[in-house]
């Protein structure tokens, strides 16, 4: 079956950069389209960033220029780079494999890791 591992999250503070990665299992990686949604205490689960099998990408604007979406074809992972990180950043956040890149939604997403912005 489809998994799909995060790591990668903690605690920084505003201005500090992480990297999440996500390993996937169980589905045909180069031809999935890939992302990362994430969902802040008490608000609803939000698109963050897409990654199509040819390697297009797509982002929220509210990362646009901070963030990066990556994916590295021989280890079956995708990566986000997250720097210029600001409080409202914190949130867990989810990979998942893409149902429909137009429409951001998707079908399996893994557990999330916690990602912690501090002021």
């Known amino acids: 079956q489809v998994q799909l591992v995060e790591s990668g999250g903690g605690l920084v503070q505003a201005g500090d950069s992480l990297r999440l990665s996500c390993v996937a299992s169980?589905?045909?990686?180069?031809?999935?389209?890939m992302g990362w949604f994430r969902q802040a205490p008490g608000k609803a689960r939000e698109f963050v960033a897409a990654?199509?099998?040819?390697?297009?990408?797509y982002y929220v604007d509210s990362v646009k220029g901070r963030f990066t979406i990556s994916r590295a074809s021989v280890k079956n992972t995708v990566y986000l780079q997250m720097n210029s990180l600001k409080p409202e950043d914190t949130a867990v956040y989810y990979c998942?494999?893409?149902?429909?890149?137009?429409?951001?939604?998707?079908?399996?997403r893994g557990q999330g890791t916690q990602v912690t912005v501090s002021s």
């Open positions: 998942a494999r893409i149902l429909n890149i137009g429409q951001r939604t998707y079908d399996y």
């Open positions: 169980g589905l045909s990686f180069t031809a999935e389209d």
């Open positions: 990654i199509s099998s040819s390697g297009s990408t």
